[in-house]
Each structure stands twice: as C-alpha cells, then as structure tokens.
C-alpha cells in the first residue's frame, strides 16, 4: 500500500466557473445585498420547491432568525436532538429558551419520534428535526406531532441540501428551515447561510430582522441586526447551486461503492438508508463494532497513519458537553446517543475522491480488520 497517500476528509469544489462570477460581481461594485442575492434566493427556493428564501449570514443565524421570527425566547422549551452539531441547541439557548434533549434513533442517527413525544410538557413551542450528515429526520410522524400539540416544526438542514423523502425536498415541509453554506457542507458561499419556509409572516419577519427593522431607507419599525450574506458569496452560492445535483449524486455513488465494500468487513456497520429517503451523504459515517479487532479511536489514528483523514462527528453528546453539564443538564439521559458518540467515525466521501482513493480506503479498513 503507497502509505504518501493523503485523502482529505473534505474539501469543497470550486471551479472557474465561481471564480469568473465573482469577478463578475467585483466589477459591477455591487458588493451588498442587491440583484445577484435576490437571485440566489429565488433560485434556491425554486429548488427546494418553496414560496420563499431569505439568504443570511450563516446557518446558526439562519436558526437564530427561525426562532426570533416565531417569537421562541424567555420561558420557551424546544425539543433538539442531543445528537447534533451544537448549533442547534445553542440558537435555543441565545434567544433565552431552554433546549430539552430527545435521544436519537441508531438506524439514521436522526431524532427518536417516540423519545419526543416523551419530551413535551406545557411550555413545548418548537422540534428542531436535523437532517443528520444528510439523512432526512422522519418528518411525517414529526409534522403529525407538531400538528397535534400545536408546535412549531423547524429543520436544521445544515446538512442536506438536496435530500429528499418520497420526492420532496427537506427545507420545504417544516414551518421553515435553516441551511448553512459554510465550506465543508455540500454547497457553500464559504460562509453563509439560507432559509426556506412557505409562510409568509415568517419570511417577510426574518427579512425585516435580518436588516435592523428597516422596511425603508432609516426608517425602523422593530429591534434587528446586520445578518445579511454579501452579493460576493451570493454569486458563489448560485454557481454551487446549479452544480448541487451533480455533486450529490457522486457522494451518492461514492457511498454506495463504499458501502457495497464495507459491508463485507466483519465488525464494520456501513450507515442505512431508509426506504423512500433520499440521503445526500454530507458525512458517510461508519459505526465500529466492539468485536472489531481495534477500538473506534484506535482505527482513526491507525487510518491517519495511513493517509485517511476521518472525523467524527460528534465525540460528545450534547447533554454531556460542558456547556450544559454547567448549566444543570443531568448526565446519561439519551443512551442512544451516548452509544453512537462512542462508535461512529465519517470516512472521506466528498466529490473530488477517486475510485483509487476509495479502494485505498476500503482496503486500508480490511487490513485492520485482519489483526490477530
Ligand atoms: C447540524 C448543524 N446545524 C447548524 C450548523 C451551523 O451552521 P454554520 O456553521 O453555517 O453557522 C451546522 C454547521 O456546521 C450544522 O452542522
């Protein structure tokens, strides 16, 4: 095996083709919100197959401005996974509501519904659902629920641009949805945010919050700040969107190589895609059994030694960081999530890999599996 081999775990795509629009964009002087956002954001939301986008700052703000919008603050619960990048809890936390952790289901890593059910109690005004690594949340059983108790449903799409169940795309079945375009995610502005909803009060309320309040030239009719995403980034973002596609499907097929491969090695779990979802395969994360001869952090290093970069994605859940052990979070409350911080690790399956690279990738794991 060539051991000078370095496989990235990510790295974004950029062609001429951003390069030339964002020269484009310098010429016009046009650096601030102007013609080519509005592009973006009429694009976008034509993609996803909704009424409106509003383009932002990047995707914390996106599901700061959701919750702002819906008026989530002071004395407020809302329902996150504890199996997340910390955003999503965090923007709870920054508009003054209390984040309640639901455990997560082991097939998709995504929100256990029944767990969120347990979860509700009076002061209940909102579900966060996070499209994990690119597997869309089960939305059907979690828009019944919202509708049930008269919640709020919110995606965190971060990581799922282009995911979809049964045809449709997520970012258009909650009441509104927050993307992030940060430059590992499967489009990017390099940073930046997007988003989606159908309903018009929401909308028209983030435009206004998303601009210090003003509905016209220093005229303000309530408190907002300067979350706007810049023309520059805009002309990024519409050049990564109509790429969007295309680089999907080669995750898509780099998965399924992958796990085609992998599910042949003996104490390897390659992740699973539920009947009728579309998963965009933002991370391709393995669960490492303990029978496999080494432990889950022993194959990372074993793998970068090799030339693999792998992550994981995350090492703790978030009841159990110290930001809300510090607030009075109770330990161990969502076993599942507990278990998956312990085994999962997302191996490299970003759209620039070769089909050498993932042989190499596969090959490397086979090794290790051989350890006597
Ligand atoms: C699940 C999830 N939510 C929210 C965010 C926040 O997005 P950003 O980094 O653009 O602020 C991210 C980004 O990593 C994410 O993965």
Redesign the pocket.
Known sequence: MNNKRHIKITEPVIGEEEIEKVVEVLRSKWLVHGPVVEEFEQKFAEYIGVEHAIAVA??????QLILEALGIGSGDEVIVPDF??I??AN?VLMRGAKPVFADIELETYTIDVDDVLEKITSKTRAIIA?H?YGHPADMRALREIADDYKLYLIE?A??AHGAEIDGVKVGSIGDAA?F???A??NMTTG???IITTNIGWIAERIRLLRNHGQVRKYYHITLGGNYRLTSIQAAIGLVQLSKLDKLNERRNSNAQYLTTRLSKIEGIRPPKVKPGYKHVWHQYVIWIEDTFPYTRDEVRDKLSKYGISTAIHYPLPLHLQPLYRALGYPENICPNSIDASRHVLSLPVHPLLSKEDLDYIVETILLLSKRR
Not at 58 to 63: K, Q
């Open positions: 990047n995707g914390t703000i996106a599901l997340t990048f955003a999503t923007t996070v994990l965190d971060a990581q927050a992030s375009l940060y590992t995610k940073e930046g945010g």
